[in-house]
């Protein structure tokens, strides 16, 4: 069973930069695929941007140009570095995978960004 762990959600200005870390219980280059979403109050979770393990790369239109998703080998970790975050960016952020037929969602980590 994959456990997925957030980290480094906060506060931040608009126009600041946050990156969020999702560390994983297994080897994530064994993973297909690799995503974050986030979901806001009163909204769906929605994709924001996923890696696959040929490192193609995929990004929500509202957050191209802006975010970037990574993987590191060495600590098994997936990353999301956020820059010029908006106000509209505010939400709860989730790691995810998809293995042997059954989607893992890490526990979420609060992005905040005020105005």
């Known amino acids: 069973q994959v456990q997925l762990v957030e980290s480094g959600g906060g506060l931040v200005q608009a126009g600041g930069s946050l990156r969020l870390s999702c560390a994983a219980s297994?080897?994530?280059?064994?993973?297909?695929?690799m995503g974050w979403y986030r979901q806001a109050p009163a909204k769906q979770r929605e994709r924001v941007a996923y890696?696959?393990?040929?490192?193609?790369?995929n990004y929500a239109d509202s957050v191209e140009g802006r975010f970037a998703i990574s993987r590191d080998k060495a600590k098994n970790t997936l990353y999301l570095e956020m820059n010029n975050l908006k106000p509209q960016d505010t939400a709860v952020y989730y790691c995810?995978?998809?293995?042997?037929?059954?989607?893992?969602w890490g526990q979420g980590t609060q992005v905040t960004v005020s105005s």
């Open positions: 995810q995978t998809y293995q042997l037929g059954r989607n893992y």
């Open positions: 297994e080897n994530i280059f064994t993973f297909n695929v």
């Open positions: 890696i696959t393990s040929a490192e193609t790369t």
